[in-house]
């Protein structure tokens, strides 16, 4: 392993996720085709992600703080365009107005042109304290899309035109000051989590939007105090089942304190994270009543960022999600680690960006039991210590994925296969996608030297009638040529490839985050 390790160690470039695109391409672009495209398959895959890594002679720090740009590959007839576009977003504006940085990010400090009173008093009102730069997703609530960030703004875009549309401050309607970026859509309802404050601090509240986009009728239906008084955890995504919503509280959390302190002394917010090395606390909170459940739930200290599935069997909540030992793949992201590592790659950096699929299995009914996890197929544990329970998980697979998806139809189901993304584990120069069967630990994989994978989606065939009866779809960028880009679709179930679609653009070609597939209805 040794010897594999030292001849590809160094030859993965991260720094794909830095491309800086300073061109967008509006109008469609045809693809060159190899491989027939399925005759059913016909619709956009947009995906969304950081592109613009600088403002005239400034530069972002960070791979999250650059300029959204959506990227989108429409399928129609059997043949394939692409086009891009800027998340107008109000940030982006005013950075192209001036000329420069204007606002603070992730990363990157405010311009050091605002004095500390300045700064201090934009620290008091969200508008100016976050950046509505929407790079992460892009999301559908009824029949409106959504460009979405971790502040507490959405825009929305037109998914023909990719034009950014109206702007939605979820802050001013429902007092967050952070909101997941994955919504989840549920039979009543479309749900987020995000950061509040309430009398005795900062807290958790889950919000609720109808299932026809009138994001004005959305209604916070729950809400969790925060266990630090002064540090809300980093909430990127939460779970959901059919009963239950799943809170994950993190060691990574916000230094409410500390974040006051650096936007005075002109600091990024990613200086206000803290790792606090304690236990994960779980939050299982109820829908009928959406009130917590009294059972405190701990495990061993991770960072995570998504969550494959979550789904009940008995009177249990299974819950697959990749993890990390830590946060460190969020300060190994600044644009300059991400070049200068380029070529070398040390072990550390490359493990920092090494997830691990792990199972946990929650017992909700614990009255009277003495085993609490009764499920067969299983070696995860839960045990009582004092007043709460401690839950031991299991491992799904020992190949570090990241962006996990699932059949959309098994959401809050019991799945049995998960398909996700990585890079080569061992630093080579290729990325991969991966389906994992969660029973049998089987995989099938895709990948191919100097092509790079972003977030897969799966579509299901319309007479599917196995769960990976359906196509996998994502979007490739190439290792050595900056403005090749591609769309894959491979057969879900084992993984082969159908056809791809090569398009060569005026700029760099960015790497995306994440995808959303939407179906063309008219047929």
């Not at 006051?260 to 829908?287: C, M």
């Amino acid at each position: 392993m040794s010897n594999i390790m030292d001849s590809n160690c160094g030859k993965y470039d991260f720094s794909v996720l830095c491309r800086h695109c300073d061109q967008v391409s509006p109008d469609p672009i045809p693809c060159q085709l190899s491989g027939t495209v399925p005759e059913w398959l016909k619709g956009q895959l947009i995906y969304n992600g950081p592109g613009l890594t600088k403002v005239g002679q400034n530069e972002y720090r960070h791979a999250f703080d650059a300029s959204a740009v959506l990227q989108k590959f429409e399928i129609s007839d059997g043949k394939v365009t692409y086009s891009s576009q800027y998340v107008r977003s109000k940030t982006y504006e005013q950075n192209q107005a001036a000329g420069t940085i204007t606002r603070a990010e992730f990363g990157t400090p405010a311009p050091a042109s605002k004095g500390m009173f300045s700064r201090f008093l934009d620290a008091m009102d969200p508008e100016k304290m976050f950046s509505d730069n929407a790079l992460v997703s892009v999301i559908g609530i009824g029949e409106r899309h959504f460009a979405m960030c971790e502040t507490p703004f959405m825009l929305q875009i037109n998914p023909d035109s990719l034009e950014t549309e109206e702007r939605v401050n979820v802050n001013k309607r429902y007092g967050l000051m952070t909101q997941s970026p994955h919504p989840i859509v549920a039979s009543d309802g479309v749900y987020t989590v995000g950061q509040g404050v309430g009398v005795t601090g900062p807290k958790y509240s889950i919000l609720r939007y109808p299932l026809d986009g009138n994001l004005k009728q959305g209604k916070i239906v729950a809400s969790v105090p925060a266990r630090w008084r002064l540090s809300p955890a980093y909430i990127h995504s939460m779970a959901m089942t059919e009963n239950y919503a799943v809170i994950i509280e993190q060691p990574l959390a916000v230094s409410l304190s500390e974040l006051l302190s650096d936007i005075v002394s002109n600091a990024p917010f990613i200086d206000g994270l803290k790792w606090h090395d304690e236990p994960v606390l779980i939050h299982i909170i109820d829908r009928k009543t959406w009130k917590q459940v009294k059972t405190r739930y701990v495990t061993d200290p991770f960072f995570f960022m998504h969550v494959a599935n979550a789904y009940e069997d008995g009177e249990h909540v299974v819950l697959d999600i990749p993890t990390y030992k830590n946060s460190s793949i969020l300060h190994n992201m600044f644009i300059n680690t991400l070049r200068e590592q380029r070529g070398k790659n040390t072990q550390d950096y490359l493990d920092s960006f090494k997830s691990t699929m792990h199972r946990f299995v929650i017992p909700v009914n614990t009255k009277g039991k003495e085993k609490l996890i009764t499920l067969p197929d299983t070696s995860c544990t839960a045990s009582w210590s004092g007043q709460e329970i401690v839950l031991q998980s299991e491992k799904l697979s020992e190949i570090p994925i990241e962006n996990p998806c699932i059949n959309p139809k098994m959401k809050a189901s019991k799945h049995q296969f998960i398909w996700a993304m990585g890079p080569d584990p061992n630093g080579g120069d290729s990325g991969f996608v991966m389906k994992l069967s969660v029973s049998s630990g089987e995989t099938f994989t895709f990948s191919e030297e100097k092509i790079y994978c972003a977030a897969p989606e799966f579509i299901a065939k319309p007479d599917a009638v196995n769960e990976d009866d359906g196509v996998i779809m994502l979007q490739c960028v190439d290792s050595q040529d900056e403005k090749k880009a591609y769309l894959l679709v491979l057969d879900a179930a084992n993984m082969t490839e159908i056809c791809r679609a090569s398009v060569t653009t005026p700029s760099a070609v960015p790497m995306p985050l994440h995808g959303h597939y939407i179906p063309n209805t008219v047929q």
